[in-house]
């Protein structure tokens, strides 16, 4: 201390009075700073600034739109929207999402399955904070499982969406399809900002076909979010357009009948109004349920459904091709007659069987001692396989595949059934191009009784149906009958289904003479009502006249001389049944055909279910309600 | 200690100025304008925190009891004498440093970061309690030398300041050993140290900032480079600046309204109750808003310089002085980080930022402040 200055305490006052000033100016100089740095972002900048603050809380969400309903052409809702809950994950929360998947396990059954397909989804999502579906389809009983666990879940959240409801399962699927959710093909190919929200597609089917109708239109609306994406309130809104509901020439009641008369069986039946076009029932057994495709179907039912050997996925009504049997006949006759080759009274004697040539193969009869003599009537009613050998061996193939090109057989005709196959129409042409050998007389033959390379789909069968009830007008095959709409004066009308920009309509058939759709018909006719005709059982006691059609479809070649024995043969082995018909005659409103794989002879097995069907539609019978009144 | 009569005696002059007020503020020996303007603060620090914690009232209430805490620590200061922080000046020195040092050894903390001294149910930040020792420290030193300062007692203050901040650099925690740093240096420069003294040590300072970038932590160089260009990195370390500079541009110059900040309310501006408030000010109360709560600090840091000038002690003045101009770097590096001035540096803005030992140690300093006010006539022999 000694060393030191002596203090002098009021210069070291005054020295501190003027640092204190100076220092007292440098604050305010700084504070000058940040207030002009204020000024500069709060006034000079506002604009920018509020801005970026209005971009930052307000987003733009996309409103899934309602897909349009379902209905049968009674009014009966086919397909409906139901609210389902989900559990979903906004990774963007979660902070370790295998911990948050063992946890959310721990409270309710996520298969592997499951998690594997939500991985899947995790990695081909298309927005940030959107939330990821875990499991569907909660039970009240998890929802409040996951709810009182919400706190140590985050990110976790049970989500309600509406998702496609089919009410009547599996009796529809092979008619109307399902939906399923989109994957990432489909998105590619539809309107980004259209299915901006959208979770599920139609994915086969009516369901598929009508999508654009089905699906409507987006809406939006501007949100408030939170740093987290997590939407606090909606500040504007433009509401989506729910799809359109449409109405199917379906009659869900003669549909589910049909359906019941072939269960158990692996068969097919489509029944269509020749009026219309429309599709009255269209059944393919066994079937599905398509309400376990909705949300994604589990590998295991998949793989059963996939493996069973009766082919559930597998849809015959359009999709299973079936050689026709004798059920061609009568169009086979119309060539024959019409092409002038033979007139409805040309009559051959049948020993039971016919070859080409003395002593060569013989094509045999399905009925061993022969019908004796028949011309065209007899030869439709009683299924007489020598007459359109013989007829067939004249006027050689060109003519029966013209003619049967004409009925639509070859191709598709069906409006909006996108899965339906065109199966095969046998000419000379085709034999060439396919089986690269040329047509042999014998093919002509085979082909006469509907057997050999010719095959086709039940829906194709019944749509000749209906053309021969139609006299040769064409009116394609047809679901949809026209979409709901409200009009000006605020009541709901129907507007009829448009399909002028669709697949063109056939040709309507013109005969050389008119008359000969008469001949068919008669011999059609007596298929039903004759005495010997193969299915009078079937048409016996009708209030109305049926013109129909019996067939048996060899499912294996018969070798020369052998006997066909239906018992012996393992079921698999077994012809299948088939019939196709109209019915009335004089006003024809339903055109049918019957398939039933194995079945053994269309006269007792199909052509029985037939006419149940047609009574129900036409009379209103229903075969169930009198047998369970016997109980 | 002193009474009214005593007081007379030295002062006459005072007499009048005496008989006008009460004899509240000599007998609790608070300082009533200083009092009353940190109450504003602190009200003004509430109602914000209620909104920047998204209207969580118990984030309020905790605030509100260190207030409390911090009221009694700074009413229990104001009690004591200069003489008496003076005397222990060295030892709490001591005892500081070596709490420094424990909290490298056994500190706890996060990110990275070693600050806290944990004791049983309690911990604490020994770089907080050195923000008062160091000035306090240097202020004891100088005020007993011979002033301006000779070079070698500025470079033993020196000596005493560099101690702490490196240990509190070390930690790492720059922004608080930069504010320790200044609070002793502003001991020096009020002291009267020498301004070519002053410009040698800018030029050098200025010379030494490669040195710096060099020992600097990759996080804080980080810091300095999103400074410089927060757009370079929007979603990572621009995030912060980026959404603190929109929270205040977007409040223009009568504010979104309390409670009705987007940027706040709505979690885009990270830290909002605590360092980065002044954004929630600014955004929700707007430029007006900024300025009312600018004033009060104005006012209170003319209010604390006055004090320190009125202090009849070298030892009282530089203490005082300090302080005050400390406080006021918290205000500037607080605003001017989050309005995108300076680099990102963890200061939090005084009574208003939401964190206990920040504002219990403000109120010491307070408490200090006013405890030079009540005996600036005691030395006066």
Known sequence: MGAERLKDHSKESRTFKVRAVLAFFVVVVMLCILVGRLYYLQVVEHDRYAAMSEANRVQLQPVPPTRGLIYDRNGVLLADNRPSYSVTILKEEVNDLDATLVALRSLIPITDREVESFKKRLYQRRRPFESIPVRFRLTEDEIAKISVNYHRLPGVRVEAELIRYYPYGKSLVHAMGYVGRINEKELGRVDSTNYAATHYIGKLGIEKFYEDKLHGEVGFQKVETNARGRVMRVLERRDPRPGSDIVLHLDLRLQQITEKLIEGRRASIV?????????????????????????????????????????????RAIRGRYPPGSTIKPMIALSAIDSGVVTPNYTIFDPGWYSLTHGGRKYRDWKKVGHGRVNMYEAIAQSCDTWFYDVSHKMGVDPMSKYLGMFGFGQVTSLDLPEALGAILPSKEWKKRARKTPWYTGDSLNMSIGQGFFVATPLQLATSMAVIANRGEWVAPRLLKGTKKINDAGAEVLESADFSDGKPTPADVVLNDEQHWNDIIKGMRDVMHAKNGTARRSGANSSYEIAGKTGTAQVVGIKQDAVYDADKLAEIHRDHALFTAFAPVDDPKIAIAVIVENGGGGSSTAAPIARKVLDAYLLGIDPFAEAEDDK | MINNREFERYMPEAHDHLRQRPSLW?????????????????????????????????????????????????????QLTPRFFGRWALWLYVIGVLLLVCVMLFGVGAKGAQRWIALPGFRFQPAEIMKLILPLTVAYYLAHRSLPPSFRHIFICLALIAVPTVFIMKQPDLGTSLLIAASGVFVLLLSGILWRYIFIAVGIGSAALPGLWAVMKDYQRQRVLTFLDPESDPLGSGWNIIQSKTAIGSGGIDGKGWLSGTQSQLDFLPESHTDFIIAVVAEELGFIGVLILLTLYVLIIARGLVIAARAPDSFGRLLAGSLTLTFFVYVFVNIGMVSGLLPVVGVPLPMVSYGGTSIVTLMAGFGMIMSVYSYRTMLLK
């Open chain 1, 271 to 315: 029944a269509i109004d020749p009026k219309t076009g429309g599709i009255l029932a269209l059944v393919s057994t066994p079937a599905y349920d398509p309400n376990m495709f909705v949300t994604g179907i589990s590998s295991k039912d998949y793989k059963a459904l996939r493996e069973s050997p009766d082919l559930p996925l597998f849809n």
């Open chain 2, 26 to 78: 000599s007998y609790t020996r608070l300082d009533g304008w200083l009092l009353l303007l940190l109450f504003l603060l602190c009200g003004f620090g509430l109602f914000i925190l209620y909104s920047a914690s998204g209207q969580d009232i118990g984030y309020v209430t905790r605030q509100a009891i260190r207030m409390g805490a911090g009221f009694v620590v700074m009413v229990f200061l104001a």
